[in-house]
């Protein structure tokens, strides 16, 4: 079982940096992968980036491609999604989620690869 609790959500005008971080606990193996999501208010929950457990490969929606970056910290149990140049329809809940396989694939772009999810954090940019 994984634990995930992110960090970091908030109020920014557009134009404006944020930095949320995922904290993960309760697996003794840190090589798992993960992913951050986002829903907006009517929307599907859709994704936004995702990281290998080693941080060397990731993934990018492509409207947040250039903006967003996704990293690991030093001890892996940690992921990281620096948001620049932010835009209104930046505005959701953000998640962040982690499979239970091993395995790094395209399709870790769908959220029915992820088994473990945070409990969101709310992000609101304002025009």
């Known amino acids: 079982q994984v634990q995930l609790v992110e960090s970091g959500g908030g109020l920014v005008q557009a134009g404006g940096s944020l930095r949320l971080s995922c904290a993960a606990s309760?697996?003794?193996?840190?090589?798992?992968?993960m992913g951050w999501f986002r829903q907006a208010p009517g929307k599907e929950r859709e994704f936004v980036a995702a990281?290998?457990?080693?941080?060397?490969?990731?993934l990018y929606a492509d409207s947040v491609k250039g903006r967003f970056t996704i990293s690991r910290g030093n001890a892996k149990n940690t992921a990281y999604l620096q948001m620049n140049s932010l835009k209104p329809e930046d505005t959701g809940v953000y998640y962040c989620?982690?499979?239970?396989?091993?395995?790094?694939?395209?399709?870790?772009?769908?959220?029915?690869?992820?088994?473990?999810w945070g409990q969101g954090t709310q992000i609101t940019v304002s025009s």
């Open positions: 989620a982690a499979p239970y396989g091993s395995s790094w694939s395209p399709r870790l772009q769908a959220s029915s690869e992820y088994n473990y």
């Open positions: 309760g697996r003794t193996s840190s090589s798992y992968h």
């Open positions: 990281i290998s457990w080693s941080g060397g490969s990731t």
